[in-house]
């Protein structure tokens, strides 16, 4: 049964860092597609971040050079840390893992159930 389960949420000052982690079992996650969406109320869901096997990564571009996403294969978690926090980056941050990783996730095989990040100003 695969599982994805997020830690790492909670409440920041804008400027602050927070680093979300991302529990994976049951199924080899190093040979998929893996990353990070979020999604606050009334607003799409938004895809942050990914990451593939080769460690090739990609970022949304309002947190590129802020956020860093990364895999540990021997853990099987995948990380992602969140520097220069603003008020925008609010939302519940979502796992993802496998299938299509498009801008809004409707492709995505697996999903955590999330965890929430509220960044203040």
């Known amino acids: 049964q695969v599982q994805l389960v997020e830690s790492g949420g909670g409440l920041v000052q804008a400027g602050g860092s927070l680093r979300l982690s991302c529990a994976a079992s049951?199924?080899?996650?190093?040979?998929?597609?893996m990353g990070w969406f979020r999604q606050t109320p009334g607003k799409e869901r938004e895809r942050v971040a990914f990451?593939?096997?080769?460690?090739?990564?990609y970022y949304v571009d309002s947190v590129r050079g802020r956020f860093t996403i990364s895999y540990d294969n021997a853990n099987d978690t995948l990380d992602l840390q969140m520097n220069s926090l603003k008020p925008e980056d609010s939302a519940v941050y979502y796992c993802?893992?496998?299938?299509?990783?498009?801008?809004?996730?409707?492709?995505?095989?697996?999903w955590g159930k999330g965890t929430l990040v509220t960044v203040s100003s």
């Open positions: 993802a893992a496998g299938g299509n990783f498009d801008p809004r996730g409707a492709g995505v095989r697996y």
């Open positions: 049951g199924h080899a996650f190093s040979r998929l597609w």
């Open positions: 990451i593939n096997g080769r460690g090739d990564a």
